[in-house]
């Protein structure tokens, strides 16, 4: 795969403004975030700073006061249009028909773009699939946060409403987490998609997964149940809540007990992002390798050290988090039969398992 720049170069973006004559004076850097549509204070600050907002025909502060009938030249710097751009990359794929395709996705591949990760996810290659072979570039009135700037901004929100769009997500019925393996379906045409989506939202599909966590459970089985929201500490990830959150309920079985790591079997009764991650950690029993999720500390092993050098050895085999979704069932969107899927542990995973039985 060519080697594609994942953060483009900004553009700039020249707004000008005549403000109106019944205006209350107001701080610049304030007038103009609540005047341009997305703009992010920190990041009219910095242009403030940098000379780009002219007031009157002088360099614009932070601090001065907005006053009517004004005139302001205010350049931002803009991320450049979204571009889907079809690439060649291997896909494993389980089932394609003329309305869908069932993906086994590896551990490492975007499901579709986002912030940072704009080529080589799984959207790039279907369209590559799909025979498309010019990019798509796609304008955006919701601005990317800058990485180099303190937003105001929530990124994920941000993330959410821009990447949230069916012309960024072809046929994207559901996502696998970057570092999560396994099944995935997509549709090719709006009808399938709308079918198969209701499934998903409906609970009616069949989804299991497989997973290598810390420690021993005292049961051979459990549920796990408790509202996933946003982290209070950290907003790119999620955590048990008790306000604001949303119901999630994971169903859990123990397949192999080892020294100081389980394989277990999981049932997703609800889908909230990083829902198998999140209700594992919370119950103190974290994904093996997870990093977001204190999956990759060493847990458990004691202070025997043979096992903390075998605990570090499987961390190193891993290098991501080891779960994978290894069952995928739905009804087809034409015939209406229940088609279901399964595939292999990948190969890091059964590493793993490998050493942790030696």
């Known amino acids: 795969m060519e080697n594609l720049d994942q953060h483009p170069y900004y553009i700039e973006k020249e707004y000008n403004i005549k403000v109106a004559k019944g205006q209350t004076p107001e701080r610049l850097d304030v007038y103009l975030t609540s005047l341009i549509f997305n703009a992010t204070r920190a990041r009219v600050q910095k242009a403030i700073e940098a000379g780009k907002v002219i007031v009157n025909g002088k360099s614009g502060k932070n601090s001065r006061k907005v006053q009517p009938n004004d005139n302001i030249v205010c350049v931002l710097l803009k991320a450049p249009p979204i571009e889907l751009l079809p690439q060649n990359i291997p896909l494993d794929i389980a089932h394609e028909d003329e309305v869908c395709i069932v993906v086994n996705k590896p551990a490492g591949m975007v499901t579709h773009p986002g912030f940072g990760n704009r080529y080589g996810t799984l959207v790039n290659a279907i369209l590559y699939h799909y025979g498309m072979r ?20 929530d990124e994920a929100e941000a993330e959410g ?139 458990y092993s004691g202070q025997m050290p043979q096992l903390r050098k075998k605990a570090a050895e499987c961390i190193s085999l891993a290098q991501r988090q080891l779960l994978h979704a290894r069952t995928l069932g739905f009804k087809h969107p034409v015939s209406r039969e229940f088609l279901s899927f399964s595939s292999e542990l990948p190969d890091d995973f059964q590493k793993v398992i490998n050493r942790l039985k030696e």
């Open 161 to 299: 409403e821009i990447f949230a769009k069916d012309e960024i997500r072809p046929g994207i019925v559901h996502r696998l987490d970057k570092d999560t393996s396994g099944l995935l379906v997509l549709a090719k045409n709006p009808e399938a998609h709308t079918f198969l989506a209701r499934q998903f939202a409906n609970r009616t599909t069949e989804r299991e997964y497989n997973a290598i966590v810390w420690g021993n459970f005292k049961e051979d089985e459990g549920v796990i149940e408790g509202d996933i929201g946003r982290s209070p500490r950290d907003r790119k990830l999620f955590a048990i809540v008790k306000k604001g959150g949303k119901y999630a309920k994971t169903e859990y079985k123990v397949l192999e007990r080892y020294e100081f790591a389980t394989l277990i079997k999981l049932k997703l009764h609800t889908g909230r992002t990083h829902q198998i991650r999140v209700h594992l950690a919370s119950i103190h029993h974290p994904v093996f390798g997870d990093k977001a999720y204190g999956g990759d500390a060493i847990l």
């Open 134 to 153: 010019s990019p798509i570039a796609i304008e955006s009135d919701v601005d990317e946060p800058d990485e180099d700037v303190d937003s105001e901004i």
